[in-house]
Every structure is written in structure tokens, then in C-alpha cells.
């Protein structure tokens, strides 16, 4: 049994679909970027930002963008369960179903999750240290 109200389960339920539809829609954008369909792609993109729109306001809507620190506990607390629990699971259960290639990609996504989970700690601790903004993020 879900320890949330039934309507915010849903309200979350729902903004997990749209988020997941916009970054599938964006994978589909580079795939037509990719083969040449420029037009293709930036149609595939304007879905995706309508996508993201929905999944904000949802995603508002039940509470969850509540204030800077609340989001980054929340957000690292998601990161470490990942880190922790979801990926090594799903990577020993694809070593066991046999496809170790697929083990492989969620070893190096666990990587950058783990990099996710130190930026996201370092935000934190920024913005606990001042009453001003964060620094900008470096460039790649």
C-alpha cells in the first residue's frame, strides 16, 4: 500500500509518464536529426517541450517542487536509491537473463549516476552555505 493519497500517486504517476514520453520523444528528435530529417526532428523536439510542460505542472501539482532544499533532498535521496538499490539489481539481473552487454550500459550509467549523486551533494552544500545563488555550472 502506497503510504501517499491516492490523488498525489496519481498526479505523480502521471508526470513520470510525460517526463519519460518527452526523453523518449527527444531520443526519436536525434535518431531523425541523424538521418537527415531536420524537420522531423524539430517536431519530435516541440512535442517533447509540450511533454515537459505537462510533467512541470504535474509535477507542481503534487507538491513535489516545493522549495530549493526539499528538491535537492529529494533529488538526492532518488540518486542514492539508485545508486544503492535500482541499477545494481538491474545489472545483476541482466548478468543473469544473459545480457551482459545491456549489464554493461547500466554499469556505465550507474558511473554517471554516481557523478549526478556528488554534483547534487555539492549543490547542496552550496546552497546551505549561502543565502545567493549557486555557482554556474562548469563548462564542458
Known amino acids: 500500500m502506497s503510504r501517499l493519497p491516492r490523488h ?3 498526479l505523480r504517476s502521471a508526470f513520470t509518464a510525460e517526463a519519460a514520453s518527452a526523453a523518449s ?18 517536431r519530435w523536439r516541440a512535442l517533447a517541450e509540450e511533454k515537459d510542460r505537462l510533467a512541470i505542472a504535474l509535477l ?7 522549495s530549493e532544499a526539499a528538491n535537492l533532498r529529494d533529488a538526492i535521496a ?4 539508485e545508486n544503492e538499490v535500482l541499477y545494481p539489481r538491474l545489472i545483476a539481473d541482466m548478468e543473469h537473463l544473459g ?29 546551505t552555505a549561502s543565502t545567493r545563488d549557486v555557482r554556474p555550472p562548469a563548462v564542458a
Open 8 to 10: 498525489l500517486e496519481h
Open 25 to 42: 520523444f527527444r531520443a526519436f528528435a536525434e535518431r531523425a536529426e541523424g538521418a537527415g530529417r531536420p524537420h522531423l526532428a524539430q
Open 60 to 66: 507542481a501539482a503534487a507538491g513535489k517542487a516545493a
Open 78 to 81: 532518488e540518486e542514492q536509491y
Open 99 to 127: 545480457h551482459p552487454a545491456e549489464a554493461d550500459l547500466l554499469r556505465r550509467l550507474l558511473d554517471t549516476q554516481r557523478r549526478h549523486h556528488a554534483e547534487l551533494d555539492d549543490l547542496r552544500r552550496e546552497l
